[in-house]
């Protein structure tokens, strides 16, 4: 059986495999790869830039040659190196031989190709190349997805920040609100949320086997090893530098990603079902699309399938980014090998999350705002009022004025004839008892409007 889109194990290769196609190249295999080649590239010319005597410094043809090999990377050259690894056995050893060929006719570069991977371990190519990866995820992709969510709530919040709605505490009807107000407490999270991803640093190390430039110093044992390695990471990199670490860099800063991924997922997940709940409600009904079944036997039905996807998928890179996070700083002595199958599922998990932004998008666009059914509910629910009657009461001294309200409105059906001749009976001044008898469920949405119009 031939591997497609219909033999892939993973919905991510498979149904949903259109949608991964911003991810793809920076989260699989050829994606590391290639990070791979970057980290090993620009090693090697910090070395060439390092006054050693045995080495020269490069002219820019072959430092243009050597960038060229990291920006016009392609999936052939990926294949070639995973050739040279059925031999090698080891992957980052495979990309050191592939670099190395890719010398040949360079008179300059071949002199100096042992100083290719000079000095370095496996780990410090594999986790510059994790970063790298994720930071380029992070930036051009995930977060990407998540501000035009952002965006798109946002402008719904202001738009519909004076349509009232009624709340449901515990699932019973209670003080109105907005729209807009229920959609900006979203964005308010999300913007919190959004901070916390993108303020992670994402940390490297080059130090060696064991994080104590043993090889290094051996070489050059008087050059300033720690500042070289940090200069290359952070200028060459753009990533952080770590100078305390064993073989691997220690993952705390994904944990610390993975932790802030999943926190905001949460909040999509709890936004996902409680679009899915407006829906039922019918406070929103979703536009039509031509030729969409909703159910194999009910024609009329129009599910809010997008919200559902959403969630689950939501829920899955949870689960994915939990175990990440909880794993990957957990390594035995200097270096066990169970964060490095681990890391492959790295995309998976991200994936996972694009998936959901990408189906909370085209739920959010299908969504209409059913008016009348709104206001219908809040003429239905007349007994919230006596939040607002009891409160007043208070302020004027009357007596026992939240007892007088829960015995005659819990638990009965109320009208706006009924609350109104409540309101009549009271003993209070005639501009109080006029301003409460004014006040429908619609009207009574205090602050929520100016709150939805200021996110």
């Known amino acids: 059986m031939t591997l497609s889109t219909l033999t892939a194990l993973s919905p991510l ?94 008179a300059d570069l071949e002199a100096a190709a042992e100083f290719v991977h000079f000095a370095c371990t496996s780990e410090d190519i594999n986790n510059t190349s994790h970063a790298l990866m994720l930071k380029a995820a992070r930036e051009q992709v995930l977060l990407p997805a998540l501000d035009g969510v952002v965006d798109r709530l946002r402008t719904m919040a202001h738009t519909l920040a004076e349509l009232p709605m009624l709340s449901r505490t515990h699932g019973q009807t209670a003080s109105p609100t907005t729209v807009g107000k229920e959609i900006a407490n979203v964005v308010a999270r999300l913007q919190r949320a959004r901070e916390r991803i993108a303020q992670v640093p994402l940390l490297a190390k080059m130090n060696g086997a064991v994080g104590n430039y043993n090889a290094h110093l051996a070489a050059y044992p008087e050059f300033d090893w720690e500042a070289f390695s940090r200069k290359v990471v952070e200028q060459r990199l753009g990533l952080a530098f770590n100078p305390y670490t064993i073989q691997i860099e220690p993952h705390d800063y994904m944990a610390e990603l993975f932790d802030a991924m999943t926190r905001c997922n949460t909040i999509l997940i709890d936004w996902s079902r409680d679009v899915w709940g407006y829906i039922s409600l019918g406070y929103f009904k979703q536009r039509l699309k031509e030729g969409e079944v909703g159910s194999s036997t009910m024609p009329h039905k129009v599910n809010p399938i997008d919200f559902e996807n959403a969630e689950g998928n939501f829920g899955l890179a949870n689960a994915l980014l939990a175990h990440l996070a909880q794993k990957l700083p957990i390594s035995r002595w200097q270096r066990d090998l169970t964060d490095s199958t681990v890391l492959r599922n790295m995309g998976s998990a991200l994936g996972y999350a694009l998936l959901g932004l990408d189906s909370l998008t085209r739920g959010l666009d299908k969504l209409e705002v059913h008016r009348e059914a709104l206001a219908d509910d809040l003429d239905g629910a007349w007994e919230v009022m006596a939040e607002a009657i009891q409160t007043v009461m208070r302020r004027h001294g009357l007596p026992e004025p939240y007892e007088q309200l829960k015995k005659f409105t819990r638990g009965q059906p109320m009208t706006q004839a009924l609350m109104q001749g409540f309101i009549a009976g009271l003993a209070l001044p005639d501009a109080e008892k006029e301003r409460l008898l004014k006040m429908t469920p619609a009207g009574y949405t205090g602050a929520a409007a100016s709150l939805a119009k200021r996110v």
């Open 13 to 106: 290769d498979g149904r949903y495999s259109s949608r991964m196609t911003a991810l793809r190249p920076l989260m699989s295999e050829f994606g590391l790869m290639h990070r791979r080649v970057q980290v090993e590239v620009e090693w090697f010319i910090a070395l060439t830039d390092a006054g050693f005597g045995e080495l020269k410094s490069l002219g820019e043809v072959s430092r243009g040659y050597l960038r060229s090999l990291v920006l016009r990377f392609c999936e052939n050259d990926a294949k070639a190196i995973k050739d040279i690894e059925k031999t090698t056995n080891h992957d980052v050893k495979a990309v050191e031989y592939w670099l190395k060929a890719r010398f040949k006719g360079h």
